[in-house]
């Protein structure tokens, strides 16, 4: 049973405009969230998280919305740029739980110049 | 600051043989972890240390996975007997600490890609 859903394997996105990289969940304890950008043959690297009290958090061209009643988040980047491309986890924990993340398949973005 | 180390890269076997793989933390970070992404798939953890000390093993196939972290600093992951299944990234994380009710950013290393055959 996943806990954690990217129901986009892909997305492709032009140079400059607006990415949105979608994550639902079902498990009403998750209280932390957290995106992850991976490249190829290389480790996860931390992007953003949002914890439960805040419906928003923004870094730089990063910004992710956690809407709680449905269970859904989502990172957008503005502008794209073709560094960005690379396959995106969304990750969950519950309070409590010492670290344990349930991460998502991935969305792999690919941003054209 | 180095990040987190980890060997072999790349190794194939066929199906039980043993293997192992190393992982050697930031400098500093109490908790280590264990995940296996399985292709197509998110990284799922298999164990949690803290210190050198086990917190969270739950996930881990005991009949055929061992981890140590002995000196609470770097660990091996032993898988004996390898199965076709096992085939997949073991990628090894560290954090500061994690703490009751806190999360702290978990830092990836490169991982291990691991193929049975």
New interface residues.
Partial sequence: DQQ?KQNSPSLSVQEGRISILNCDYTNSMFD?F?W?KKYP??????LI?ISSIKDKNEDGRFTVFLNKSAKHLSLHIVPSQPGDSAVY?C?A?V???????I????TKLSVKP | EAGVAQSPRYKIIEKRQSVAFWCNPISGHATLYWYQQILGQGPKLLIQFQNNGVVDDSQLPKDRFSAERLKGVDSTLKIQPAKLEDSAVYLCASSLMARGGRTDTQYFGPGTRLTVL
Avoid: C, D, I, R
């Fill in positions: 954690v932390y957290l992850y043959a290389e480790g996860p690297t931390f998280s986890f990750a924990a309070w409590g739980s010492q670290g344990n993340l991460f998502g398949k991935g």
